[in-house]
């Protein structure tokens, strides 16, 4: 029997009765009856009640102990009176009567409450994480998290997967976000870098004649924080599979998640089978790569409309004959929504530094109009034909746009989710799973007008490439795809290029030599030299699983010591000054800007 407990704060039960027993934790709340002192008792795994009256010799010091201070409790279970069972815990049929106690741990004043999941100010949060952790919702999600890492390792493992771990320090890549770099001491001015993802490893896995490859691989990334992406460090499920094509990884990774989420929510899923959007489809209908399938709006382009002669809305006219779009959303039977509603959207987007939204709504009073700002300016029949092109029908109603094409998307992306929220049509209780395929292999730096990689530069393309093919780059299509959840990118994979004189091509169109290439890829390249499978993979990020399945909109509420939005540690006080002892033993010295 354990010096500390005989059970934990879970387990007593009513077969339990008169039972003398020892339990441990953490005083969660109290409550001075007076005579009587109710105390709630917490540890890992539940809460048990415990009472002590006035006459016990331990009732006044147990009345003045601090919340949160760890004590055992020795005393006999009973039952509580039908009035007071409390069906919330699993035990709370019984309680326990005090006997004795023992301060195990002592607590200070508390700097924020543990026994609520009050909204508390993240700074404090995050600088007094471990009482934070004790919370109970953010502590069952943590639960949750080492939960959803088992369930997927054991998948993988019975998928014919091997575990496999990569190094954490390595070189640095040119592609990609900003590199965390780490100085070496044994061989000075040069660095290493924390890996933005075991992708180069993963592959050299594959070239070694392994199979199936997995890990929770954690990656570092100097990127700048947002509610579904860690500052700093982030875990993902890193897998690779040799001779596969796309439908190979596509089959693993939704039986995978298809199971997953079917065992940690009681959400339902929209699709087990996963729809696979082109990228270019994306971003015609949703306006991202990201889309969330829960919203039933599509963006439609209904830019030939304005060549018609019998559209006078000039502005948007003028817009077209210099190349801009025009793209609309309709929404349907919103004929008798208020106009407030409509002005409301259009001022929303002014304030996301568009040029407003203009919209009308389809009429038919023994002919076919248009009601609002600029129905006046569309003839019948191009109202017929804006029908036809959006599907819509009388009483729906116009929201569009015009622009240059990438301020479009991002415009109309944000107002389909907007129209969305204020119409109430998505539905918070599924998840709606997507692949996101044929992206571009290449595309063109607005400001540089440099063609680069515009996803992952080790991808296969697609077809077989002829020299034509490569004079037009920015038309040929990659083995790449992303994995997409109620909006939420999950991951990225590709079909990877195995082929070295392949990749050289298409390195050259990014403005890399072979001697380059050589020199920053050198392993890659070298192993793909000495016959490479053809292989492929994904790694889906577990943060963002376990934030969805917590139904959480932060990932911060799922980590368990994440940093601020400044990348700062505010528990262990990093990142810290060294001392210069440690520069020169490292043979660096500082140059701080003002």
Same mark, same amino acid.
């Given at each position: ?21 020892? *339990? ?14 109710? !105390? ?10 415990? *009472? ?18 760890? @004590? ?5 279970? @009973? ?10 815990? #699993? ?51 943590? !639960? ?37 770099? @780490? =100085? ?29 490859? &997995?890990?929770?691989?954690?990656? &570092? ?12 460090? +982030?875990?993902?499920? $890193? ?34 089978? +996963? ?16 889309? $969330? ?8 382009? *209904? ?9 006078? &809305? ?26 407030? &509603? ?8 002014? #304030? ?20 609002? =700002? ?19 029908? @009388?009483?729906?109603?116009? +929201? ?16 389909? $989710? ?27 730096? #607005? ?5 680069? +990689? ?85 790694? =889906? ?38 001392? #210069? ?10 140059? !701080?800007?003002?």
């Amino acid at each position: 029997m354990s010096k500390y407990r005989t059970h934990k704060c879970n387990e007593l039960r009513k077969q339990d009765l008169d039972k003398e027993i020892s *339990i441990s934790g953490w005083i969660n709340k109290k409550r001075d009856h007076g005579n009587i002192l109710f !105390i709630d008792l917490r540890d890992n795994y539940g809460i048990t009640q415990c *009472i002590i009256d006035k006459e016990n010799k331990n009732f006044l010091e147990l009345e003045k102990t601090q919340l949160e201070t760890v @004590v055992k409790i020795d005393g006999k279970v @009973v039952e509580r009176s039908s009035e007071t069972v409390n069906k919330d815990i #699993e035990t709370g049929d019984i309680e326990v009567v005090i006997n004795n106690f023992e301060v195990l741990g002592t607590c200070k004043e508390l700097p924020m409450p543990v026994f609520s999941d009050q909204e508390y100010a993240e700074e404090i949060r995050l600088k007094y994480r471990f009482l934070d952790l004790r919370r109970k919702k953010i502590h069952e999600n943590i !639960i949750l998290r080492s939960k959803v890492i088992s369930f997927i390792r054991n998948e993988m493992t019975s998928a014919g997967f091997l575990e496999f771990q990569t190094p954490i320090l390595t070189s640095s890549s040119p592609e990609g976000a900003r590199d965390f770099l @780490v =100085p070496s001491r044994l061989n000075p001015g040069k660095f290493y870098a924390l890996p933005q993802a075991p992708q180069q490893f993963k592959q050299l896995i594959m070239v070694s004649g392994f199979d199936k490859y &997995f890990q929770i691989a954690p990656c &570092f990334r100097d990127e700048d924080a947002r509610a579904d992406r860690s500052p700093g460090e +982030f875990y993902q499920l $890193d897998l690779e599979m040799s001779f596969v094509e796309q439908e190979d990884v596509f089959n693993v990774v939704e039986k995978l998640l298809v199971n997953t989420f079917k065992k940690f929510s009681d959400k339902k899923l929209m699709y087990d089978q +996963f729809p696979k959007i082109s990228y270019a489809d994306a971003m015609l209908k949703y306006g991202s790569d990201k889309p $969330d399938l829960r919203n039933p709006l599509v963006i439609n382009d *209904i830019t030939e409309v304005f060549s018609r002669e019998d559209v006078s &809305f000039e502005i948007f006219k003028k817009l077209t004959k210099s190349g801009s779009k025009v793209r609309c959303i309709s929404t349907k039977n919103t004929k008798d929504k208020p106009r407030s &509603f409509f002005d409301n959207i259009d001022k929303w987007a002014k #304030e996301q530094g568009a040029s407003g939204l203009a919209y009308f709504t389809f009429e038919d009073d023994g002919e076919l109009s248009a009601k609002g =700002p600029i129905g006046k300016f569309f003839s019948k029949e191009a109202l017929l034909e804006i029908m036809k092109k959006t599907n819509s029908e @009388v009483g729906d109603s116009i +929201f569009m746009a015009c622009g240059k094409l990438n301020e479009l998307e991002k415009i109309t992306a944000l107002a389909r $989710d907007k129209i969305a929220q204020d119409l109430d049509l998505i539905n918070d209780n599924i998840f709606a799973f997507c692949w996101i395929v044929d992206y571009p292999m290449f595309e063109r730096d #607005e400001k540089t007008n440099k063609i680069g +990689f515009s996803h992952n530069p080790f991808s296969m393309p697609q077809g077989d490439l002829t020299d034509k093919q490569l004079e037009d780059p920015l038309n040929i299509l990659a083995y790449q795809y992303d994995i997409v959840c109620n909006g939420i990118e999950l991951s990225s994979g590709a079909i990877r290029n195995h082929k070295p004189e392949l990749m050289y091509r298409l390195f050259s169109i990014a403005g890399y030599d072979k001697k380059q290439v050589d020199e920053k890829f050198s392993g890659m390249i070298n192993a793909l030299s000495f016959g490479a499978p053809p292989h492929g993979g994904i790694a =889906p990020g577990i943060d963002r699983i376990v934030m969805l399945l917590a139904n959480e909109k932060n990932i911060r509420e799922v980590t368990m010591f994440p940093m601020n939005q400044n990348a700062q540690d505010l528990m262990m006080k990093a990142p810290s000054e060294v001392n #210069e002892e440690q520069l020169k033993e490292l043979n660096l010295a500082l140059k !701080i800007k003002k």
